[in-house]
């Protein structure tokens, strides 16, 4: 497990404070939460891995492995291939500021 802030290996993403009662961890570089992805739904976990933000990548590579029962899940490769596609796109559209009208 590591921050998703930092980068800094910290051991667990959330410990229990009392009986049943769990809370997030702070890293102990940066003081912010270690991983705040951990209660996030999977919707907005993929919106930022879309807008490229590194705390995304961290969380779904380092950390969202722990959670799963095998090393990739199906949807972990969907999600994957629907990334890559949408940068394929993003690239494609950043060399060809007209459009597609440009690309014929």
């Known amino acids: 497990m590591i921050c998703v802030e930092c980068g800094q290996p910290v051991n667990n993403v959330h410990h229990r404070v009392h009986g049943a009662e769990e809370t997030l961890t702070r890293c102990e570089y940066c003081k912010k939460v270690a991983d705040k992805y951990v209660e996030y739904e999977l919707v907005i976990i993929f919106l930022d891995l879309v807008l490229?933000?590194?705390?995304?990548?961290?969380?779904?590579?380092?950390?969202?492995?722990?959670?799963?029962d095998a090393w990739l899940s199906f949807r972990d490769v969907q999600l994957a291939f629907f990334i890559i596609v949408l940068e394929a796109y993003h690239q494609t559209q950043s060399q060809h500021q007209g459009g597609w009208a440009d690309l014929s």
């Open 52 to 68: 490229h933000k590194p705390q995304a990548y961290r969380h779904v590579i380092f950390n969202r492995m722990e959670y799963s």
